[in-house]
């Protein structure tokens, strides 16, 4: 009698040669046909960015819109940012853009240190009025803290743009630094306390190496809302030598009432503009989602 080899017996009909089931390898191209589907509704904006950036003034205009140029036109690259004093704006937008972050991150988690590490009266308390002040919208506070920044002399500065974030100014990030530090045994800090640490060495020292994908989220966070900040610029710098980028590129589109601009050379100084976020994002995108999934494993105490 005719016996089935064992290799042969244990591979059943219904899997693929890899060893996977049809439908496991039909559900898993599905998931891969959406994402890139949706990854093309994101991705098209930006090429036909770049194929006007590379188009000169007339051909932009081209009905039918064409999506590959006759002529590349790469010195808009040039013209483009030439236009607004590209430079010295970017310096303006890193010095706000680098301060504002350090300040954010810094003040949140350490306001989140102390409402998830600290034993206080109305901590609980404290922490439901920053989590309520994120329902509020920020156009509620613009008139009286134009008004208050003006009185102390600090309109037509940075300050206005720079010192908030150093009072811990955004709930959400307090918010998220409170939710991974509870994630956090007491144990390390009852570890740290025999060795005679006090609070400032185990934040300094223990807490921030372990929390480094919440910071580090923060960071992310902090610098394109600074980066791509627009309406305070606006409100409180009046010289243009002190906008940030964000407020120039918007003077490139209608510098003169009824003045068709050079949509070319916008695209073109626009996707320069957009480097640094989509820079910061790539490199840090595995703290980024981290951070993130830590709210969902969070011990409240």
């Known amino acids: 009698m005719k016996t089935t080899?064992?290799?042969a017996a244990s591979q059943s009909p219904t899997t693929t040669g890899a060893g996977r089931?049809?439908?496991?390898?039909?559900?898993?191209?599905?998931?891969?046909?959406?994402?890139?589907?949706i990854s093309s509704v994101m991705i098209l904006p930006?090429?036909?960015?770049?194929?006007?950036?590379?188009?000169?003034?007339?051909?932009?205009f081209e009905v039918p819109p064409k999506l590959l140029p006759h002529e590349f036109h790469f010195e808009n690259f040039i013209d483009g940012p030439k236009a607004i004093h590209f430079p010295r704006l970017l310096i303006n937008s890193v010095v706000i853009t680098?301060?504002?972050?350090?300040?954010?991150?810094?003040?949140?988690?350490?306001?989140?240190?102390?409402?998830?590490?600290?034993?206080?009266?109305?901590?609980r308390v404290l922490f439901y009025v920053f989590v309520g002040s994120m329902l509020l919208p920020p156009v509620v506070g613009i008139i009286p803290l134009f008004q208050l920044f003006k009185d102390i002399g600090w309109y037509d500065t940075w300050l206005p743009l720079i010192v908030p974030a150093w009072l811990g100014g955004n709930p959400l990030f307090i918010f998220l630094a409170r939710q991974y530090f509870l994630s956090i045994p007491y144990s390390i800090d009852e570890a740290a306390k025999v060795d005679g640490a006090g609070h400032f060495r185990i934040f300094v020292s223990v807490m921030l190496p372990i929390t480094r994908p919440a910071w580090i989220t923060m960071a992310i966070l902090a610098f394109q809302m600074s980066w791509n900040d627009y309406l305070n610029p606006l409100i409180y710098l009046y010289s243009s030598e002190k906008w940030p980028l964000s407020v120039g590129m918007a003077s490139f589109v209608a510098p003169?009432?009824?003045q068709t601009p050079d949509w070319n050379l916008f695209m073109a100084t626009n996707l320069l503009y957009m480097l640094p976020p989509l820079a910061v994002f790539f490199v840090a995108q595995r703290y980024f989602i981290q951070g993130l999934s830590a709210l969902g494993t969070v011990n409240q105490r």
Do not use: C, D, N, Q
């Open 5 to 7: 080899p064992p290799a």
């Open 21 to 37: 089931p049809p439908g496991k390898v039909a559900r898993t191209a599905s998931w891969y046909a959406v994402a890139l589907l």
């Open 46 to 60: 930006i090429l036909w960015m770049l194929t006007v950036a590379l188009k000169g003034p007339s051909a932009v």
């Open 98 to 123: 680098g301060l504002s972050v350090i300040g954010g991150v810094m003040t949140s988690m350490m306001a989140g240190y102390a409402l998830a590490r600290l034993r206080f009266p109305g901590r």
């Open 256 to 258: 003169f009432a009824g």
